[in-house]
């Protein structure tokens, strides 16, 4: 009996080996025909479609695709019969303005478009992501309309406001004022550390074309209670301030305005601080492109009031002194890539030798193909730390970076390049195990870390 049941189990064994031979084999082929069925959808089914391209740093990929499922989406820009592209800057209300780049490529050559979506600083994350798919649905339109896939398609008046023959009169009762308060306490404990931290902030702000009104106070309070066997140490920060800006509109490309900054910080030495710049600014380019590209020149020329908490390095408890900044920033966003740069340069008027520079600036090019260059750095010579303490602070609070630490420059940057190969379709959607690897939620699965 005991040879049968041996006999039994060893001609088992043998068919498990043969099954995990022939299970490398098997799972290739299902993986090869699961490949073809991919890769022939796009031609076969939507041979027709047209062939999209989203520049977009902040779209949820995975919503569009579900809700525009009759285009192909090709993750190259050279395959693409429409290039469409998004920026986004924020309203006067607190929301935010999408504009949208339609450009039409290969047989819809010279079809370019641009449209504008608006939310409003109350709608839910979900409400502004379905806004914007509707906005890129619209754009579509006048292409899909040109391709068998327009059977497909329905389009629907939904009325005002989502009702059918309402009319709605807006009457804004706070003359474009918007007003944002924010409190925001922490606190972290352990055995050896207590952290307990405290933010609050209070805005208004009201935008027109022809004034921008800024207003905006905040305050931080933080301490820290270290408490070892050896060591016992209390760290505690503060900054308080208060920053104001009014900026009238002269033309498409002059603006003139002012601004009033009040500090208080522990780290930077000031008791008190007053700063009042009158401004004037020139954009290369009309206002209106801004989105799409700008270069702009701001001088601003005054006086800085300052009270310092203790003596500085030059032997001062409190001073005013005359100073001018010049501001030159250059933005560009096309096709090929994107570019943002902007210079920084700063001195006191009574002793030039004071001075600050800041060039910052990254730039993200398409070389080829899949393939993708980026490139972001900054650099600042630093000659103006006239708020520096005259006695140096303990090696605790230059460990925990409690006070502003004397140095002639700054210097960070990081260089990327990437290459994305395979099939330039990419219409599926499958959520399972997350929204894959790749941040941005492409269209495989996968674990997300």
């Not at 490309?253 to 601080?273: A, M, P, R, V």
Request: proline share 2%; hydrophobic share 35%; with cysteine.
């Amino acid at each position: 009996m005991t040879n049968y049941y041996g006999q039994i189990n060893l001609n088992l064994i043998n068919q498990m080996k043969k099954l995990l031979l022939v299970l490398p084999f098997f799972t290739l082929f299902l993986s090869s025909v699961s490949a073809q069925d991919t890769e022939i959808q796009p031609d076969s089914l939507r041979q027709n479609a047209v062939k999209l391209f989203i520049d977009c740093e902040f779209c949820d990929m995975n919503h569009i695709r579900q809700e525009i499922p009759y285009v192909n989406y090709v993750r190259d820009v050279k395959e693409a019969q429409v290039y469409l592209m998004e920026t986004m800057r924020m309203t006067g209300s607190g929301g935010f303005e999408y504009t949208y780049f339609f450009s039409g490529e290969d047989k819809f050559a010279g079809l370019n478009d641009t449209l504008i979506y608006a939310s409003r600083p109350d709608d839910t994350v979900d409400q502004t992501r379905q806004g914007r798919t509707d906005m890129i649905k619209m754009g579509l339109m006048r292409y899909v309309a040109r391709t068998p896939i327009f059977k497909e398609v329905s389009i629907r008046h939904m009325g005002v406001g989502g009702r059918t023959g309402e009319s709605e009169q807006v009457s804004d009762k706070w003359n474009n004022w918007v007003f944002e308060v924010e409190t925001r306490p922490s606190f972290s404990w352990t055995d050896t550390k207590q952290d307990i931290s405290l933010f609050n902030s209070l805005s208004a702000t009201r935008v027109t074309p022809e004034w921008k009104i800024e207003s905006n106070f905040t305050h931080r309070y933080s301490k820290t209670k270290f408490d070892f066997p050896t060591l016992k140490y209390t760290a505690i920060e503060r900054t308080a301030s208060l920053k104001n800006l009014v900026v009238k509109s002269i033309s498409d490309h002059w603006s003139i305005g002012g601004k009033l900054d009040l500090l208080q910080s522990t780290f930077y030495n000031y008791e008190f601080q007053a700063e009042i710049y009158p401004s004037i600014e020139y954009n290369l380019f009309s206002y209106e492109e801004s989105t799409h590209r700008q270069l702009r020149f701001l001088y601003s020329i005054g006086a800085s009031l300052n009270q310092y908490m203790d003596t500085t390095i030059y032997s001062k408890t409190k001073e005013n002194l005359p100073k001018q900044e010049l501001q030159i920033a250059y933005q560009v966003q096309e096709k090929w890539g994107s570019v943002n740069v902007s210079i920084e340069s700063s001195n006191l008027l009574n002793d030039f030798k004071k001075n600050r520079i800041e060039m910052n600036g990254n730039l993200s090019i398409r070389i080829v193909k899949g393939l993708q260059f980026s490139i972001r750095g900054g650099i600042a010579k630093i000659a103006d730390q006239i708020y520096l303490r005259a006695e140096e602070g303990s090696d605790a609070e230059k460990f925990l970076e409690l006070q502003e630490q004397a140095t002639s420059y700054e210097i960070d940057g990081s260089v990327g390049l990437t290459y994305t190969f395979g099939s330039i379709f990419n219409n599926v959607v499958n959520p399972r195990f997350g929204n894959g690897m790749r941040y941005g939620g492409g269209g495989g699965g996968g674990y997300r870390f």
